[in-house]
C-alpha cells in the first residue's frame, strides 16, 4: 500500500495505546473512547509570555473558545493546558484533563514547576463560554459543562497553549490489575433517569414534517417555505456517504462528469453505522462532523446531486454560497445520541456501493421522525451567521 492508498483493517486496530511507568504495585488504566469529531478539535497554539495576563488572556480564550464550532457535538467538556516544556506534552496534558484525570492536581504553583489547576480561571472561562451564544449546538449558554485550566512549566523560549474537548458523548471508564484482581469502573447504567420530566410537546416551535419519498424537486420547494433554524421530522428512504465515500464520488464526477442518480435524488446523511446488535435494525448511526466535506459540495451540487444535506456541527462559507447558488439545503442533526437515533428513528439499512469500505460505504436507510434544524437555506441564509451576529 501507497502513501495515498488505505485499507479498513475490519478489526478496529491499531489502537493508540500509551504506557508510563509509575509508582506502586498496580496497573491502572484509563480508556477512552473519542470519536474524530472532538479529537480534531484538539488545538495547539504557540505563544509567548506577553499573552500571560489575565487583561491578554480572557480575550484571547474567548475567541479560540468561539473557533471550536459545533462540530464536536456540545456541551464540552473543555481543557486549556499553559505551558509545557513540550508541545506534544501540553497537548497531552489537555486531552487528559478533559477526561478530568488530572482533577486532583495541586490548586496552586510552588517554585519546583509543578503542575496546577488555576480554579478561579476556570471559572472565568467557563462564564465566557455561556457568552459565546453556540450552546449545546443550536444557540444558548450551554456550550460548557465544565472547564479545566492546567498550568504547566515552560521554557524560557516557548508558551504552549493546548485546548481540548470531550464531546457530549463523553465515554471513558478507569481500570486496574492488583494483588486482588482486575477491577473495572462500574458506570452508569441507566442515565435517562437524570433527565427531567419533559414532554414532546414543550419543546417549543413548530414542526414540520418532510416526505423524503418525494421527488428532490418537492422536498426543496418544501424546504424553501420555512426560515432557518425551523425543526422538523424527516421520513422516508436517506442515502449514507461520509468521508471516503465522497472521495470515490469525487473522483468518479471527474471520470465521467456525473454523479449516480441516488446522489441526485436522496437527501445525503452523513453518518456511518456501528455494528447492529441482534433485534435492531440498525447499530448507532449518529451524524458526523459536516465541515470535513464542505470542499466537495459546490462540484457535487453543480452536477445536481448533494442538494440536501445531513449532518452536525457548523459549515464554511462555501457551502452557504454553494446552497445559495444551487438551491441546496443544509440540515443539522443532533450531534452526540447516536445510539437513540438508530433505536428511535431508523427502520432499515442496506449497503448500496463500496461495500469493501465497510462503514465508509454508501448506504440506504429508511427513517421515521428523524429530528433536525434547517441551519442552511437556498438563500444564502445561516443559522449559524445568526448566532454570531447575536
Known sequence: ISMYE????????????????????????????KGGGSANKSYLFQET??????????????????????????????????????????????????????????????????????????????????????????????????????????????CPIAMAVSCSADRQALGKITRDG???????????????????????????????????????????????????????????????????????????????DYFKEHCVYYAGPAKTPAGYASGAFGPTTAGRMDSYVADFQRAGGSLVMLAKGNRSRLVTEACKQFGGFYLGSIGGPAARLAQDCITK?????????GMEAVWKIEVHDFPAFIVIDDKGNDFFDMVDAT
Open 349 to 357: 439499512v442496506e449497503v448500496l456501493e463500496y461495500a469493501e469500505l
Open 182 to 260: 482486575v477491577f473495572l469502573e462500574r458506570l452508569e447504567t441507566d442515565p435517562a433517569h437524570f433527565l427531567p420530566e419533559v414532554d414532546f410537546d414543550e419543546l417549543g416551535g413548530n414542526v414540520v414534517r418532510i416526505d423524503l419519498n418525494k421527488p428532490m424537486a418537492e422536498i426543496r420547494k418544501e424546504l424553501s417555505k420555512h426560515p432557518v433554524k425551523t425543526r422538523i421530522m424527516l421520513s422516508g428512504p436517506m442515502i449514507v456517504a461520509r468521508d471516503i465515500a465522497h472521495a470515490k464520488l469525487k473522483e468518479r464526477l471527474e471520470n465521467t462528469g456525473s454523479l449516480p
Open 6 to 33: 488505505e485499507v479498513n483493517t475490519n478489526t478496529n486496530l491499531p489502537a493508540e495505546i500509551k504506557i508510563s511507568a509509575v509508582d506502586g504495585d498496580e496497573y491502572k488504566f484509563l480508556f477512552i473512547a
Open 49 to 158: 509570555k506577553a499573552l500571560l495576563n489575565e487583561k491578554t488572556l480572557l480575550p484571547w480564550l474567548f475567541d479560540k473558545m468561539k473557533t471550536l464550532g459545533t462540530a464536536a457535538c456540545p456541551p464540552y467538556h473543555l481543557a486549556v493546558v499553559i505551558g509545557g516544556t513540550s508541545a506534544e506534552y501540553a497537548v497531552e496534558v489537555a486531552k487528559l484533563a478533559s477526561t478530568r484525570y488530572l482533577d486532583t492536581l495541586p490548586t496552586a504553583g510552588s517554585r519546583a514547576g509543578h503542575a496546577f489547576r488555576d480554579l478561579e480561571l476556570e471559572k472565568k472561562v467557563l462564564a465566557l463560554a455561556q457568552q459565546t451564544g453556540i450552546g449545546a449546538q443550536f444557540g444558548g449558554k450551554y456550550f460548557c459543562h465544565d472547564v479545566r485550566v492546567v498550568r504547566l512549566p515552560r521554557h524560557g523560549a516557548s
